[in-house]
T-cell receptor, first 113, second 113 residues
Framework: QKEVEQDPGPLSVPEGAIVSLNCTYSNSAFQYFMWYRQYSRKGPELLMY????GNKEDGRFTAQVDKSSKYISLFIRDSQPSDSATYLC?????????????FGAGTRLAVHP | DSGVTQTPKHLITATGQRVTLRCSPR?????VYWYQQSLDQGLQFLIQYYNGEERAKGNILERFSAQQFPDLHSELNLSSLELGDSALYFC????????????FGPGTRLTVL
């Protein structure tokens, strides 16, 4: 089983839609959860960073963590064409004596006008 | 702009050749990470350096090596290149040892013919 699973999509939605992006993880010890956004031909950029369970909101973006289900979500309200990108969940993990960041496969999102 | 720079942007070379990718971290960041991103493998962690010392190794092939110099810039050396090494190579940096908040460069697109 992969440590972090993410549906690669693609996901296509009309402008203004609410988008839900999801990841599942296998290790209940994970505490920190991140979402990165990657535009085509660019490097990933950190979008949201959450700790433990609950919700965190930043403008049109809400990150949600459900530790009981080992499920993390990113919601985008009032989606815009400029939100078209690949969204990657990421979890820092301590393994073999060092920290590393485990990325999901990324979900490709297209928001059409 | 993340503050992380990578050169070159594009590299086209032949099988069996050797190339060097360069990365300059954000000002003040001591950790540098290298990642490989291909269509079928997603974003894979290769190696981390902290203040000149190797700190963590991921899925890095023996044909690949890296180093971090006193001025904190880093180079990733890829040798005996194979067609399957064609990918995007990203460098990321962070302030400390922890792998959580990383800032990614724009990447180097390597094409091996």
């Amino acid at each position: 089983q992969k440590e972090v699973e993410q549906d690669p999509g693609p996901l296509s939605v009309p402008e203004g839609a609410i988008v839900s992006l999801n990841c599942t993880y296998s290790n209940s010890a994970f505490q920190y959860f991140m979402w990165y956004r990657q535009y085509s031909r660019k490097g990933p950029e950190l979008l949201m960073y959450t700790y433990s369970s609950g919700n965190k909101e930043d403008g049109r973006f809400t990150a949600q963590v459900d530790k009981s289900s080992k499920y993390i979500s990113l919601f985008i309200r009032d989606s815009q064409p400029s939100d078209s990108a690949t969204y990657l969940c990421a979890i820092p993990m301590f393994s073999g004596g060092y920290n590393k960041l485990i990325f999901g496969a990324g979900t490709r999102l297209a928001v059409h006008p | 702009d993340s503050g992380v720079t990578q050169t070159p942007k594009h590299l086209i070379t032949a099988t069996g050749q050797r190339v060097t990718l360069r990365c300059s971290p954000r000002s003040g960041d001591l950790s540098v990470y290298w990642y490989q991103q291909s269509l079928d493998q997603g974003l894979q962690f290769l190696i981390q350096y902290y203040n000149g010392e190797e700190r963590a190794k991921g899925n890095i092939l023996e044909r690949f090596s890296a180093q971090q110099f006193p001025d904190l810039h880093s180079e990733l050396n890829l040798s005996s290149l194979e067609l399957g090494d064609s990918a995007l190579y990203f460098c990321a940096s962070s302030n400390g040892l922890a792998a959580d908040t990383q800032y990614f460069g724009p990447g180097t697109r390597l094409t091996v013919l």
